[in-house]
């Protein structure tokens, strides 16, 4: 019985244990351009931080520069002459994570649990400081009895940083930008 | 009185409201005939509608109308229904076009909604006159733009537009004296926020001095921890500057602020913000840049009239909300008794620097934004009104915070002694009873 609970509790905790973020691969030191592999196991990770509700890990994989955007309109140009969902620079991302750990915020109580699948990938263009990555994803977000269903398509700039992947930029287009929406809280 | 009349006017007492005007969807059914289908609504904004043909379809209560620009360069609001069958005529947003045309069977109107064709029309019975003015997209009785803001009345008598608006014109005013060039139009796209509850507790957010404290702590203070080291293109730096803003401390927003309400449901509460980025000052230099646009097209005089008048939300009852000071607009749409969809405008002001208009949109971001850190936590307070008010329970409502201490203001009007008085709560009871009951004048019942 002993053993049995024992490795049930070792199951947990590997479920639970996120992805290794993906390492840099390098010939002679130096970085190689990200291969379709790297991309898909990087976006894998960052989705599962979301949906475990890691913020602050998913905050650390962003450029000190890197900035996230949620467009409120289809082919948006850009997020300064018009309103956007979310449209944060790295200083209010740093906020936004900030708030989605406070005890206080009302509208995340009861919290969110998330299920993203995330699909598609494909890179879009790629050079020796970055990629442009193009994905697709499903998100259910279940909150207060109720399920909402978001979809879209991924933009990530990722660049190699610090020793490793880094998103320098995130654009999410969902499908249904231009809909009332109740609020968004957590990321997509 | 009938007596459905009678039992509205028992839901209403000093400083207490039933909660069945926030529940009871028969009540609801009667808001959309004697509210939203009798007194002025504001439709859209002429910038919205430029040239002959532009239309933009919207609602008045429920009711889908279509704002047009006439070819004769009248301003028209419609109503979006076939007088066939009564389909949809105009499906998409926005856009031009010469005339309108059901797709169901041809059925074609001209911009004012008069009907213009209709296909195979020898086999409608005899005497039937596509001149019949009643097979139209039947225009609203009344439509008047208050410089440039179009409302319009489903009933075709009633208080002017100007008398309805009384003092809040001068709201809309400070909307259009801010621009340089005294012209502002609508851009930079729109948000749809939505809510499970009722329609009237979103304006009785929107004056409330007493809730940021509690209701924003979060985003208060992940604001003010945040290091403003941190890279910003300017976005994140309007945004962190508003949320810390509405941790002003409680003796601000009771004494500083101040609460205006008007005859017909309306109020405005007074700014709080002392923030030199956020509201005009000559400490930042694109507010510079701008006061020398206004000074050199309306004199110093007149600039410093136009930026002494600080107005926060400024309610024009029953839809439409403003942030004058910030170029915001917000359009309420009651969608059932417990769902509701705002939709937010923001104008750019001709004649300022183009930067201004940026931080216009980095603004409505946050303040108006479906995903901003400080309005979804308002959309979870409208959620858990909605909760608490359906349960069996406490059947009345208490809004009586300052209602003692209310004192007579100028133009009709009634001001909180305190900023945080609900007497723009008990000013909106006072008139949406006024409306469902058809009385001349509003009983003044809640508010004195």
Same mark, same amino acid.
């Given at each position: @019985?002993?053993?049995?609970?024992?490795?049930?509790?070792?199951?947990?905790?590997?479920?639970?244990?996120?992805?290794?973020?993906?390492?840099?691969?390098?010939?002679?030191?130096?970085?190689?351009?990200? !291969?379709?592999?790297?991309?898909?196991?990087?976006?894998?990770?960052?989705?599962?931080?979301?949906?475990?509700?890691?913020? !602050?890990?998913?905050?650390?994989?962003?450029?000190?520069?890197?900035?996230?955007?949620?467009?409120?309109?289809?082919?948006?140009?850009?997020?300064?002459?018009?309103?956007?969902?979310?449209? !944060?620079?790295?200083?209010?991302?740093?906020?936004?994570?900030?708030?989605?750990?406070?005890?206080?915020?009302?509208?995340?109580?009861?919290?969110?649990?998330?299920?993203?699948?995330?699909?598609?990938?494909?890179?879009?263009?790629?050079?020796?400081?970055?990629?442009?990555?193009?994905?697709?994803?499903? @998100?259910?977000?279940?909150?207060?009895?109720?399920?909402?269903?978001?979809?879209?398509?991924?933009?990530?700039?990722?660049?190699?940083?610090?020793?490793?992947?880094?998103?320098?930029?995130?654009?999410?287009?969902?499908?249904?930008?231009?809909?009332?929406?109740?609020?968004?809280?957590?990321?997509? | 009185?009938?007596?459905?009349?009678?039992?509205?006017?028992?839901?209403?007492?000093?400083?207490?409201?039933?909660?069945?005007?926030?529940?009871?969807?028969?009540?609801?059914?009667?808001?959309?005939?004697?509210?939203?289908?009798?007194?002025?609504?504001?439709?859209?904004?002429?910038?919205?509608?430029?040239?002959?043909?532009?239309?933009?379809?919207?609602?008045?209560?429920?009711?889908?109308?279509?704002?047009?620009?006439?070819?004769?360069?009248?301003?028209?609001?419609?109503?979006?229904?076939?007088?066939?069958?009564?389909?949809?005529?105009?499906?998409?947003?926005?856009?031009?076009?010469?005339?309108?045309?059901?797709?169901?069977?041809?059925?074609?109107?001209?911009?004012? %909604?008069?009907?213009?064709?209709?296909?195979?029309?020898?086999?409608?019975?005899? %005497?039937?006159?596509?001149?019949?003015?009643?097979?139209?997209?039947?225009?609203?009785?009344?439509?008047?733009?208050?410089?440039?803001?179009?409302?319009?009345?489903?009933?075709?008598?009633?208080?002017?537009?100007?008398?309805?608006?009384?003092?809040?014109?001068?709201?809309?005013?400070?909307?259009?004296?801010?621009?340089?060039?005294?012209?502002?139009?609508?851009?930079?796209?729109?948000?749809?926020?939505?809510?499970?509850?009722?329609?009237?507790?979103?304006?009785?957010?929107?004056?409330?001095?007493?809730?940021?404290?509690?209701?924003?702590?979060?985003?208060?203070?992940?604001?003010?921890?945040?290091?403003?080291?941190?890279?910003?293109?300017?976005?994140?730096?309007?945004?962190?500057?508003?949320?810390?803003?509405?941790?002003?401390?409680?003796?601000?927003?009771?004494?500083?602020?101040?609460?205006?309400?008007?005859?017909?449901?309306?109020?405005?509460?007074?700014?709080?913000?002392?923030?030199?980025?956020?509201?005009?000052?000559?400490?930042?230099?694109?507010?510079?840049?701008?006061?020398?646009?206004?000074?050199?097209?309306?004199?110093?005089?007149?600039?410093?009239?136009?930026?002494?008048?600080?107005?926060?939300?400024?309610?024009?009852?029953?839809?439409?909300?403003?942030?004058?000071?910030?170029?915001?607009?917000?359009?309420?749409?009651?969608?059932?008794?417990?769902?509701?969809?705002?939709?937010?405008?923001?104008?750019?002001?001709?004649?300022?620097?183009?930067?201004?208009?940026?931080?216009?949109?980095?603004?409505?971001?946050?303040?108006?934004?479906?995903?901003?850190?400080?309005?979804?936590?308002?959309?979870?307070?409208?959620?858990?009104?909605?909760?608490?008010?359906?349960?069996?329970?406490?059947?009345?409502?208490?809004?009586?915070?300052?209602?003692?201490?209310?004192?007579?203001?100028?133009?009709?009007?009634?001001?909180?002694?305190?900023?945080?008085?609900?007497?723009?709560?008990?000013?909106?009871?006072?008139?949406?009873? %006024?409306?469902?009951?058809?009385?001349?004048?509003?009983?003044?019942?809640?508010?004195?």
């Amino acid at each position: @019985m002993a053993k049995g609970r024992k490795s049930k509790a070792k199951t947990a905790a590997r479920v639970r244990r996120p992805l290794p973020a993906p390492r840099p691969r390098t010939t002679r030191g130096r970085a190689v351009p990200l !291969d379709q592999g790297s991309c898909e196991r990087f976006l894998l990770h960052e989705a599962r931080l979301l949906d475990e509700a890691r913020f !602050d890990d998913w905050l650390a994989l962003f450029t000190p520069e890197g900035w996230y955007w949620v467009p409120s309109e289809p082919d948006q140009n850009n997020p300064h002459d018009t309103v956007s969902l979310i449209y !944060d620079d790295r200083r209010l991302l740093e906020t936004r994570v900030r708030r989605l750990a406070s005890p206080r915020i009302y509208s995340q109580e009861p919290r969110s649990r998330t299920s993203r699948i995330v699909g598609n990938i494909s890179i879009e263009d790629s050079g020796s400081d970055g990629c442009t990555v193009r994905s697709k994803f499903v @998100m259910i977000e279940y909150r207060r009895e109720s399920q909402r269903l978001f979809a879209g398509t991924a933009f990530h700039r990722l660049v190699w940083a610090d020793g490793g992947i880094r998103i320098a930029s995130k654009r999410v287009d969902l499908v249904n930008c231009d809909a009332p929406l109740d609020g968004i809280v957590v990321p997509f | 009185m009938t007596d459905i009349e009678d039992e509205l006017s028992r839901l209403i007492a000093p400083g207490r409201v039933h909660r069945r005007l926030y529940t009871d969807p028969a009540i609801f059914e009667m808001e959309m005939r004697r509210i939203f289908d009798a007194a002025w609504i504001y439709v859209g904004h002429e910038s919205q509608i430029r040239n002959p043909g532009d239309y933009f379809a919207t609602q008045m209560g429920r009711k889908p109308v279509v704002l047009v620009r006439d070819n004769d360069g009248t301003v028209r609001v419609i109503h979006n229904q076939c007088a066939h069958r009564g389909a949809l005529v105009v499906a998409t947003d926005k856009g031009n076009a010469p005339e309108f045309t059901c797709c169901y069977h041809g059925w074609t109107y001209h911009l004012d %909604g008069r009907l213009k064709a209709v296909p195979l029309n020898h086999g409608y019975p005899q %005497g039937f006159d596509p001149k019949d003015p009643k097979l139209a997209m039947l225009q609203a009785p009344r439509v008047k733009s208050y410089r440039g803001f179009v409302f319009a009345s489903g009933k075709s008598d009633g208080p002017s537009l100007e008398e309805w608006l009384g003092h809040m014109t001068t709201s809309l005013d400070d909307m259009i004296d801010r621009a340089p060039e005294g012209e502002i139009e609508a851009a930079g796209g729109v948000f749809k926020h939505a809510y499970d509850g009722n329609w009237k507790v979103y304006f009785e957010n929107l004056c409330d001095a007493a809730h940021p404290l509690f209701t924003h702590r979060s985003s208060i203070e992940a604001a003010q921890q945040q290091s403003d080291d941190v890279h910003s293109d300017g976005t994140g730096e309007i945004a962190i500057r508003q949320m810390r803003q509405n941790g002003a401390p409680y003796s601000f927003w009771e004494s500083q602020v101040g609460i205006w309400t008007y005859p017909n449901g309306h109020s405005y509460l007074g700014d709080y913000h002392d923030d030199s980025k956020l509201v005009a000052a000559l400490k930042d230099p694109v507010f510079r840049d701008y006061i020398a646009a206004l000074e050199k097209n309306k004199g110093k005089a007149e600039t410093k009239r136009i930026l002494e008048v600080r107005r926060w939300n400024s309610n024009i009852y029953p839809n439409v909300s403003l942030m004058s000071q910030f170029q915001q607009l917000r359009v309420v749409h009651p969608i059932a008794v417990n769902r509701t969809v705002v939709h937010t405008y923001s104008f750019r002001l001709k004649g300022a620097p183009e930067q201004m208009f940026r931080n216009t949109i980095s603004f409505a971001n946050i303040v108006n934004g479906t995903g901003s850190l400080v309005l979804t936590d308002d959309l979870e307070i409208y959620n858990r009104l909605d909760m608490g008010m359906s349960s069996e329970g406490a059947e009345w409502l208490q809004i009586g915070r300052g209602y003692r201490s209310d004192v007579p203001d100028t133009h009709g009007g009634r001001r909180g002694k305190n900023s945080t008085s609900e007497v723009y709560i008990r000013n909106m009871l006072d008139a949406w009873l %006024g409306l469902m009951t058809d009385r001349q004048a509003a009983p003044a019942r809640a508010a004195s």
